[in-house]
């Protein structure tokens, strides 16, 4: 009588194999998972106090985004309106409406309006808007089509890849200056090449996939 048959050799390499494949398949996991869209949210709508809609003041009435988010070319926050900016309008339209009561209660207490953050990344990771827009990167790239939402979600995911996606070869991504505002921009065979946007921008000033660029 043998102790070992020959399939006991079968055996005893599919249970090697399962012993390999279950930490390989719970790192994966671990890695993974964080990093998916649907763990961060993205394409999710949240709940805001007001039920603000890009695609009615963007692209239904044509208002410019810096008018709400007033220090975009400027500094590293974009900024959210305050009240005041809302009720340049809707002090004279919609007045009674019942979708607006936070906005006339949040002007009469003084009180700002409790926005709901969509887009934020971790405390560790250093972001800049106004290098961004001086050098030609459209709103779109990092926030997609905000002009067709009529409630606000993330559109990237906003991991390092999503980053270094872009900081490794950025030309193809560059636009005029004129249509960092404009969602809808895609480029055509009259858009500057990447090469002559690259030289215009004068990007790369330096490596842009340094850790301490971003990690400071
Ligand atoms: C009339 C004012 C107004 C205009 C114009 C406007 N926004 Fe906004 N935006 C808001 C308000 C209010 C919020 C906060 C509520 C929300 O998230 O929808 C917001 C939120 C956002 C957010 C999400 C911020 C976060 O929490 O991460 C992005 C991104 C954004 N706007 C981009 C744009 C872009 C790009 C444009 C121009 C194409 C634009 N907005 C035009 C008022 C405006
Ligand atoms: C430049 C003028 C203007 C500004 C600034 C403006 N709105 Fe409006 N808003 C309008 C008009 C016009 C409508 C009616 C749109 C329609 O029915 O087509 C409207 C409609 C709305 C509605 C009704 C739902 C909808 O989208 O139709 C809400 C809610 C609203 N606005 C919230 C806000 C908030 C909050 C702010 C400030 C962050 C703001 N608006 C700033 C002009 C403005
Ligand atoms: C290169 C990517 C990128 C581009 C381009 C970009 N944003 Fe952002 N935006 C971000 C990131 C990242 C955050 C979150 C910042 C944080 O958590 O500190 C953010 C946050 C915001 C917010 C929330 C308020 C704030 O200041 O944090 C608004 C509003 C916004 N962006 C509007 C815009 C508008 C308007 C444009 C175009 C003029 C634009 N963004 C272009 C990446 C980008
Ligand atoms: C679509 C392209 C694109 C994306 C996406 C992008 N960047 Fe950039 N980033 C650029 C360009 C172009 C520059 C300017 C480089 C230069 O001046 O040479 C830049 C510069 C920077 C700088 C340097 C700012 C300074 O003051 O030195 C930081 C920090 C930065 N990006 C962070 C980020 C972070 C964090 C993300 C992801 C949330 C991101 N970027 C996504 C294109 C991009
Ligand atoms: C262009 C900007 C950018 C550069 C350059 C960059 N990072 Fe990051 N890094 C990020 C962002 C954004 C996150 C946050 C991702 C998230 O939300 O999980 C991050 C997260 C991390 C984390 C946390 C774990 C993770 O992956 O989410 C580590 C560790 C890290 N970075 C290390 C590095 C190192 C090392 C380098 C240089 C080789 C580097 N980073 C370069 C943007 C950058």
Redo the contacts with the bound molecule.
């Keep these: 009588m043998t102790v070992f048959g020959p399939s006991a050799n079968l055996a005893a390499k599919l249970i090697l194999l399962g012993a390999l494949a279950a930490p390989a398949g719970v790192l994966g996991w671990w890695w993974l998972w964080p990093r998916s869209d649907y763990q961060r949210n993205v394409h999710w709508i949240i709940n805001q106090p007001v039920p603000f809609s890009h695609e009615h003041h963007v692209a239904g009435l044509g208002i410019d985004c810096r008018m709400c988010h007033t220090s975009v070319e400027v500094s590293a926050n974009a900024g959210l309106p305050p009240t005041y900016t809302c009720m340049t309008c809707h002090s004279q339209i919609w007045t009674n409406a019942a979708l607006l009561g936070p906005v006339r209660r949040s002007l009469a207490d003084d009180h700002p309006i409790a926005w709901r953050r969509i887009t934020k990344?971790p405390d560790y990771?250093?972001?800049?808007h106004?290098?961004?827009i001086?050098?030609?990167?459209?709103c779109d790239?990092?926030h997609g089509q905000v002009d067709t939402m009529p409630l606000t979600y993330k559109a990237?995911s906003?991991t390092?890849k999503?980053?270094?996606?872009?900081?490794n070869d950025?030309g193809p991504?560059?636009r005029p200056a004129n249509e960092i505002y404009n969602t809808e921009w895609h480029r055509t065979r009259e858009t500057p090449l990447p090469s002559v946007l690259l030289a215009e921008?004068?990007?790369?000033?330096?490596s842009?996939s340094d850790c301490s660029?971003?990690h400071?």
């Excluded at 990771?125 to 800049?128: C, E, K, T």
């Excluded at 001086?134 to 459209?138: D, L, Q």
């Excluded at 921008?201 to 330096?206: D, G, I, T």
């Design positions: 990344l990771v250093y972001f800049n106004s290098i961004h001086a050098k030609g990167v459209g790239e990092c990237k906003f390092m999503f980053c270094l996606d872009c900081h950025p991504r560059l921008y004068h990007v790369p000033s330096r842009l660029i971003c400071r």
